[in-house]
């Protein structure tokens, strides 16, 4: 069975600071992997997907950058916070085929910038 | 642009009722497949419905939906709520058309009372 870990599980962050979240998958070779951003009562954005290793596409830009370092491996991460970075930040992965695309999510990391 | 739209913010129905959550859409993607997503609280969104397939009922743990492409439209529907159905609902498209995207509506929670 597939597992998808991310961390930390929650972090409290100064403005002006850099970040760096992670997730990871197991028991799946080559998935498709994504970032979502969920503002507090607001909707999933998609913010990044990636379908190999060291390429990833930007969906919407919200001074975030994102990386595959390895095949079960997402990053997330920026070099300076904003206010309006808080929120819940959930990694997806889906089959590496165009027609099982059902993302599962991870247990998401919640951010909280001051 | 792609847009998901999910016209009730908050629904309120009763046990034992049944319940409709409605979800239209707007796209130019010409292969596309619709979910229900479903995310109860403090969790990560989990799948509950997929369909590709026009006019083709799909169901799972009681609830259902039918893709009308002729009306743009996806709902949702169950023949009597429970209580543990009280959860935040979500509609999304993704394209099939190799680009990875996936749009999300706004939502729409339910609250199922006694």
């Known amino acids: 069975a597939q597992t998808i870990h991310q961390w930390p599980v929650a972090e409290i962050k100064a403005v002006g600071s850099p970040l760096s979240l992670g997730c990871t998958i197991k028991?799946?070779?080559?998935?498709?992997l994504y970032w979502y951003w969920q503002a507090t009562g607001g909707t999933l954005q998609q913010l990044f997907y990636?379908?190999?290793?060291?390429?990833v596409e930007s969906v919407v830009q919200l001074n975030l950058s994102a990386s595959r370092p390895k095949d079960d491996q997402f990053i997330l991460s920026t070099e300076k916070l904003l206010l309006s970075h808080s929120g819940f930040y959930l990694c997806a992965w889906s089959p590496d085929w165009s027609n099982q695309d059902t993302q599962y999510f991870g247990p998401g990391t919640r951010l909280l910038v001051l | 642009g792609d847009s998901v739209t999910q016209t009730e913010g908050l629904v309120t129905v009763t046990e034992g009722l049944p319940v409709k959550l409605n979800c239209t859409y707007q796209t130019t993607y010409l292969t596309i497949a619709f979910f229900w997503y479903v995310q109860y609280l403090n969790e990560a969104p989990q799948v509950l419905l997929k369909s590709s397939t026009d006019n083709k009922r799909t169901e799972h743990q009681g609830f259902h939906a039918t893709l009308h492409k002729s009306s743009s439209s996806f709902h949702l529907q169950k023949s009597s709520a429970q209580l543990s159905d009280s959860a935040l609902y979500y509609c999304a498209l993704s394209d099939r058309t190799g680009n990875y995207k996936y749009v999300f509506g706004a939502g729409t929670r339910l609250k199922v009372i006694a």
């Open positions: 028991g799946k070779s080559s998935p498709n």
């Open positions: 990636s379908i190999t290793v060291g390429q």
